[in-house]
């Protein structure tokens, strides 16, 4: 019963790891880009969680997203891009 | 008793444990606020909400819920619709996954002290920590989603001020890791016992106090929504709940900062044994204790509010960068010079 559930949750998380990777590479506005790198991080931390070994997952969301992710928002923002205009007329 | 320990050891009740402290920390949300407008208004001497539900208003904030619940839900018509939908979820959840790991007094039973909290495990406070920096992200997905200039500068002030103060906080906590050799929050709150953690480590407190009410951008730190320069900050194109869940993941983030606090620094539930050993009143005494302890925090915190002005953002990274970081190292060596010496 528990193999069943861990099981479950394992081909989740790894549907939810893979499909963010691939919308990483794919994604056309770079700030998805980066956030759906930070979902990658935070699924790979619930890898890790789940084989067992909290500090590493825990290390991982400390350093990856908090930190890391974080940074790399901080220097995309640095960028330079546009917004997109205020007015509603397209 | 030992029906008891397994009672609360249970998953299921665990569990169930979790979902009610996510309620309740949402309903004492809702106090704060009432207590933030009515203290203000006593500081400042004006009278604050008084028309609904009598003297005192208390009713106000229901009417203010209704409100919300009723406007209009606006989405920019250039706005990333995802991002902005996302982004109100992201900031509340980080607030809700704090609740996970902060025991809320604990049950006292003869020797035995049983937590209050839906999970306990070896690295709880590193769990806070990171959890807590989370929020971050959502701030920033609210403001790049709604693809405003407004939004767009608080999330630029918000991000870099929480780098530079979640390393003094981390510093600080750990010098309190050194002391106990445990990052178990429970373990840090019950060797406080005789001595809390604020005389050992006054400067450590310092630090810590001052990174938390920035990490929770309380008001000498709220530069991401100063009213007169960025209209709302990240939340100037959210309109009712949207709005509203952002507003009470803040107040639940400063109540949350207030527990993680009383938990490090002042004492946690701990009372001496000849009260909790009072039959039934003494079981429950430490519950109390605690709650008692963090609305003094709380009330503090709204006090400082109401009594200072803003920072500059420029100001806030310098204090955070130049002042707060080597302080924080230098309570570490402390902490250590004191472990050393009595073999901690």
Known sequence: MVGILEFIVFVLISILTIGFSILVVTARDIVRA?????????????????????????????????GIGVLILFAVMLTTQELKGDSDVE | MMSIVEFLFNPWVRGILGLALIGII???????????????????????????????GL????????????????????????????????????AFM??????????????????????????????????????????????????????????FRNIARMI????????SIIGIAVMVQSLNIVEIAQAQSPLWFIFVQPIGFAVFF??????????PFDQNEAEEELVAGWGTEYTGMRWGLGLFAEYIHMILGSCLMVLLYFGGWNLPKFITDIYVIGMFAPIYWFIAKVVVVVMTIIMIRWALPRFRIDQVVDLGWKVLFPLSVLNLLWAVALGLFFGA
């Open chain 1, 34 to 66: 980066a956030l759906s790198l930070v979902a990658t991080l935070v699924s790979v931390a619930g890898v890790y969680v789940l084989l067992n070994a909290q500090f590493i997952g825990i290390v991982q969301i400390l350093v990856y997203v908090g």
């Open chain 2, 26 to 56: 949402f309903f004492s949300a809702v106090i704060t606020v009432w207590l933030e407008r009515k203290f203000g208004a006593d500081i400042q001497s004006r009278i604050g909400p008084n028309r609904v539900g009598g003297r005192f």
């Open chain 2, 59 to 94: 009713l106000q904030l229901i009417a203010d819920a209704i409100k919300l619940f009723t406007k209009e839900d606006l989405i920019p018509a250039k706005a990333d619709k995802l991002l902005f939908v996302m982004a109100p979820i992201v900031i509340l959840g980080s």
């Open chain 2, 98 to 155: 704090m609740i996970v790991a902060i025991p809320f007094g604990a049950i006292v039973i003869g020797d035995n002290s049983y937590p209050i909290a839906a999970t306990e495990f070896d690295i709880s406070v590193l769990y806070l920590e990171a959890v807590s920096a989370l929020s971050v992200l959502g701030i920033f997905m609210a403001a790049y989603g709604s693809n405003n200039k407004y939004s767009m500068l608080a999330a």
């Open chain 2, 164 to 171: 530079g103060y979640e390393v003094p906080l981390g510093i």
């Open chain 2, 210 to 219: 001052i990174s938390i009410l920035a990490d929770m951008g309380r008001l």
